[in-house]
């Protein structure tokens, strides 16, 4: 009964922990959540103003399709002065958040059979967005080292696509020049598409923010796709974007306009506050994660597990291993410990030792999970 393209694509592995988190609460467990993909944070004030005026002003209908004039101006100027890339409004689509256009980039220009390379681990949308455009995901593991020197080996005739994410969901990390010019210069090479997945961009703090549209040759080739969700915490809004050519941006329109239309058009004004206001707001919920990033990271030191170079996003990725696998080790904590943690294999299967530890949570609650923590693993 269902379609053939569907069913090649799994439930979403780190909403059935979350799904599984919510009963226990049901129950009655005190359980805390370091499996969110959110910040915790309230939007700010300015932006939920901006929206609340756009509705009370009645621009509540359909908008243009590819989005206001004045968001797409303000992301051209956002894209200009912290990016170091030039994009005409025209060549900005707004999307209803980051994830359609993904979605949008992927359908538009995979084929039946076009190989598409995903780097291991990696967030678990990219994968289902390849197969249900009919293309074939070709896993790149990183490994611990987070090299790609190897990446040539894996590309084929077929090979169509690199989806590149930067800071990283699930690793944390942020990728250097050195990765982000060997990226350009296999897609140079073999004229490759690359979407560059930008999403955790302000939430850094080690390591520079690199675009891959900036770099020599790589502007006509790359989309670039960012958003509110993540730096304004506006996960709830659904807003966000993707650049590129004339001929990509014009694609993912036909897309749009035949399944969304549009973003919703009060969040479209609010998205105009929220990139041209003061960004102090962003800077306060950076600081206060980086504080969480340094509280789980030396807790999780005095459990003896390892994590990768938590540089960006609201991720640890932690080596469990001695404990037992991240499957067995997130099912202990969760039913006994009453907190849950991602396992690392829904992010990739070479991971099955890792888990995901989210700190998009406050550090009364992080310090109370990692206290539970030792109590069960030790
Ligand atoms: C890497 C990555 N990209 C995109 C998104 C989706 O963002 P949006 O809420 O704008 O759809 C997420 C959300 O979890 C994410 O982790």
């Not at 050195?178 to 955790?200: G, K, Q």
């Not at 306060?284 to 938590?310: K, N, Q, T």
């Not at 499957?327 to 991971?351: H, N, Q």
């Not at 989210?358 to 990692?370: D, F, G, H, I, M």
Request: aromatic letters at 8%; proline letters at 4%; charged letters at 25%.
């Amino acid at each position: 009964m269902i379609s053939e393209r569907l069913s090649r694509v799994e439930e979403s592995a780190t909403l059935r922990i979350t799904d599984l988190a919510s009963k226990l609460r049901r129950e009655g467990k005190d359980v805390i959540s370091l499996s969110v993909g959110e910040p915790d944070f309230p939007t700010p004030e300015h932006i939920v103003e901006a929206g609340y005026k756009a509705m009370a002003n009645g621009l509540t209908h359909y908008t243009p399709s590819k989005g206001i004039p004045e968001l797409r101006e303000a992301i051209a100027r956002k894209f200009e002065r912290e990016n170091n890339v030039s994009y005409d409004p025209d060549q900005i689509i707004v999307t209803p958040g980051a994830k359609h256009a993904i979605f949008e980039a992927v359908f538009s220009l995979i084929e039946e059979g076009d190989e598409v390379i995903l780097f291991e681990p990696a967030w678990v949308t990219y994968e289902a967005c390849v197969k249900l455009s009919g293309g074939r995901v070709v896993w790149f593991n990183l490994g611990k080292g987070l090299e790609i020197d190897g990446i040539q080996e894996v590309i084929t005739r077929k090979t169509k696509m690199i989806i590149v994410n930067s800071p990283n969901n699930p690793l944390g990390a942020v990728f250097d020049h050195e990765f982000m010019r060997t990226i350009r210069d296999v897609a140079v090479d073999h004229d490759l598409y690359v979407i560059s997945d930008e999403i955790y961009e302000k939430i850094i703090y080690g390591g520079e923010h690199i675009s891959p549209a900036s770099m020599d040759e790589m502007w006509d080739r790359t989309i670039t796709v960012n958003g509110f969700s993540k730096a304004y915490a506006m996960t709830g809004w659904r807003l966000g974007y993707a650049a590129s050519s004339d001929e990509i941006i014009s694609a993912m329109l036909k897309v749009q306009q035949h399944t969304v239309s549009c973003a919703p058009s009060f969040v479209q004004y609010a998205g105009v506050s929220a990139l041209e206001s003061s960004q102090k707001c962003v800077e306060d919920m950076v600081r206060e994660f980086r504080e969480r990033r340094d509280l789980v990271v030396s807790g999780l030191e005095e459990l003896g597990i390892e994590c990768m170079p938590a540089e960006g996003a609201f991720y640890v990725f932690a080596d469990v291993g001695r404990y037992g696998s991240g499957m067995e080790v997130s099912e202990r904590l969760l039913t006994r410990a009453y907190v849950a943690v991602t396992p690392g294999d829904a992010f990739g299967k070479s991971w099955g030792d890792w888990v995901r530890i989210s700190y998009a949570t406050s550090k009364e609650n992080l310090r109370k999970a990692l206290k539970r923590m030792r109590e069960v693993l030790n």
